[in-house]
């Protein structure tokens, strides 16, 4: 009878003299969105960590960090998902939703949590039937316009091409869409030129066991520079250009803040009707001084230096020195409508007061008004895509928000 050991697989695994059966799982170098964006966060992070101060508009590295700590802010789900990593509160207060057992197989989009008796594995729930995509073709199908339809638009088409080879425009990542599908605004789609003419939108609010939800909806009419159309849905566009395509900025950016209202495109006979600004008082009264956020909006036909020089003795100015924040150069449209309709805009922020400045110079200010410059500057912005009509402002929150 041998007396030899028998060797059993446990002996085989232990005596690997050279490692030969080790193994490691294969890290996967492909960050989920969730990791770039914190990544993203982290840069802002570490630029607070070496200058002890936020980035601001001095420069175009800080400027990039300044516009995407903006965005973020004004994301409330990123807002959520960093406020674990903000270890200098740049995010300020954020209230973190507790979630019920009962949200959680509430909220169930995709039926995952369904009984038995729907899981058939021969019914496709969430895949559209043929028929059904056949009709959603059909109706986002482009369509041809006749010659004489295209022909003004052929001309705009070749001259956007022209100021995208002179540098006048850019091709950029399109992100966002509700931030950047805008009406009057031109895009690429598998590299071929759009621009979306118009757009009848309103705010649906989607009902969900988490909270509601908001966004916009509508649909376009749309125009190719192959000579066809579409009236596309809003969402179903702005997902292709997201996909497939770049958005092409306006010819207007970027160059000293000019508000082209002939949709970006100035030409040497195009007049220059005025200027809309945006001053601050240097006042020293304490009704004036210590209000925050409070802003002339005016207009002038001439040089804004110039209409404002000799400001501390008119009553328009509060008979005080004013400091320029900003001002936009108006083309072939009457500037003075264009600041009226900023008033009507802002309307309930207007300054209402009755002071006496100076001894004897008594004040009652129409177009001074408690709102902050960056909701000036979208106001502008939405006038400039036709899009003011959906919005409003509302005072007490300090926001311009869908009606």
């Known amino acids: 009878m041998s007396n030899k050991k028998k060797i059993s697989l446990d002996d085989i695994f232990n005596d690997d003299e050279f490692g030969l059966l080790d193994s490691t799982a294969k890290a996967s170098n492909v960050k989920t969105a969730d990791q770039r964006l914190i990544d993203s966060f982290e840069e802002i992070n570490a630029f607070v960590d070496k200058n002890g101060r936020e980035p601001n508009t001095s420069s175009m ?3 990039g960090l300044l516009a995407r700590l903006k965005n973020i802010r004004e994301n409330e789900q990123q807002k959520i998902s960093l406020k674990p990593f903000d270890r200098h509160n740049l995010l300020g207060e954020v209230e973190i939703p507790k979630a019920s057992i009962d949200d959680i197989l509430n909220d169930d989009e995709f039926g995952l949590l369904e009984t038995d008796s729907d899981l058939s594995i021969f ?3 969430h895949i559209s039937k043929d028929d059904e995509r056949e009709k959603a073709d059909f109706v986002a199908q482009r ?6 339809e295209f022909k003004p638009f052929e001309a705009m088409f070749q001259k956007v091409h022209q100021e995208i080879k002179e540098g006048k425009r850019q091709i950029k990542p399109f992100h966002n869409i509700e931030k950047n599908l805008h009406v009057g605004n031109f895009y690429l789609i598998d590299g071929v030129m759009l621009y979306l003419k118009e757009a009848k939108l309103e705010k649906a609010v989607r009902e969900l066991k988490s909270g509601d939800r908001e966004r916009i909806e509508g649909r376009t009419f749309t125009i190719f520079e192959n000579g066809t159309y579409s009236n596309m849905l809003y969402r179903s566009l702005g997902k292709q250009i997201q996909k497939n395509g770049k958005l092409i900025t306006n010819a207007h950016e970027g160059i000293n803040n000019e508000l082209y209202v ?9 007049i220059k009707t005025g200027w809309i600004y945006v001053l601050k008082s240097k006042s020293n009264h304490p009704s004036i001084s210590g209000i925050k956020n409070l802003f002339k909006i005016g207009f002038s036909s001439t040089p804004l230096d110039d209409r404002i020089k000799n400001a501390k003795n008119e009553a328009t100015y509060l008979y005080a020195d ?11 449209r009457n500037a003075d409508k264009l600041e009226q309709l900023l008033h009507r805009f802002f309307a309930e922020a207007c300054l ?8 004897g110079k008594r004040i009652t200010p129409r177009e001074w008004f408690v709102v902050p410059f960056e909701e000036i500057e979208r106001a502008i912005e939405l006038i400039l895509n036709e899009q003011i009509v959906n919005y409003k402002y509302e005072r007490e929150i300090e926001k311009i928000i869908l009606k």
């Open 352 to 359: 209402n007061v009755d002071i006496e400045i100076i001894q």
């Open 143 to 148: 369509k041809p316009l006749k010659e004489e």
């Open 61 to 63: 590295s800080e400027y």
């Open 262 to 270: 002939n949709t970006g495109m100035v030409m040497e006979e195009d």
């Open 322 to 332: 004013v400091t320029k924040v900003s001002s936009y150069a108006c083309y072939n």
């Open 123 to 125: 019914k496709y729930k």
